[in-house]
């Protein structure tokens, strides 16, 4: 069955710096979800990519599929504590709608 | 915006009795979904719904779990005897087709 790996598992960053969050498929992606937790609460939408080589930003997050890698990275510039939660990333293998999620990576961003 | 609706929001209950967790989707959704989050562990798939019946489930969801769309707008999951390891959050989720999930804010449910 598909695994998602992220890393790192935790991050703690200072207001302002960038950081970079990686996911893995254990098996061919196609298309890859990104979602965003705050602490107990459900799971927020953020982007979508279908294609290899795809790029999306929303705000200062930027998302990236490198399907031969079958790795996703999620980038966000300049962090602010709005940004601070849990990521997830999320796929279906081909055919199916078992839509599974990573390991998620906890951000923190101190003010 | 439209927006998934869970209820309750928090449910405590004995070892051993059965649960109803309610979801309402998105109105013109067509699959459902539940998932499952235990304190601290990644959010784990249940169980995907369409055309009234089950398209996929995993191997969590054993005989113990069941769902159902009894009218035009709920859908629920029910456990039949509650074991303290089915404490956890869960998640409900509905799409228009193959593609993005929209989350409702969970039910924690609690067993004793």
């Known amino acids: 069955s598909q695994e998602l790996e992220q890393s790192p598992q935790s991050l703690i960053v200072q207001e302002g710096k960038n950081l970079t969050i990686n996911c893995t498929s254990s098996?061919?992606?196609?298309?890859l979800y990104w979602y965003k937790q705050k602490y107990g609460e459900g799971l927020i939408f953020l982007m979508m990519l279908q294609k290899g080589g795809e790029e999306k930003s929303h705000e200062k997050i930027t998302a990236k599929l490198d399907e031969k890698k079958q790795q996703s990275s999620l980038h966000i510039t300049a962090s602010q504590p709005s940004h601070a939660g849990i990521y997830l990333c999320g796929a279906a293998p081909s055919g199916t709608y078992k839509y599974i999620f990573g390991t998620g990576t906890r951000l923190k961003v101190l003010a | 915006e439209p927006e998934v609706t869970q209820t309750p929001s928090h449910q405590v209950t004995q070892m051993g009795q059965e649960v109803i967790l309610r979801c309402v989707p998105i109105?013109?959704?067509?699959?459902f979904y539940w998932y499952r989050q235990i304190l601290g562990q990644k959010v784990e798939f249940l169980v995907s719904?369409?055309?009234?019946?089950?398209?996929?489930k995993s191997e969590i969801f054993d005989d113990q779990f069941s769902v159902e769309r009894p009218d035009g707008s709920n859908f629920t999951l029910k456990i039949r005897s509650t074991k303290l390891e089915d404490s956890a959050m869960y998640f409900c989720?509905?799409?228009?087709?193959?593609?993005?999930?929209?989350f409702g804010a969970g039910s924690r449910l609690t067993v004793l």
């Open positions: 098996k061919t992606l196609y298309g």
């Open positions: 719904f369409y055309n009234n019946e089950i398209s996929e």
């Open positions: 109105s013109n959704h067509l699959y």
């Open positions: 989720a509905s799409s228009l087709g193959a593609n993005v999930l929209t």
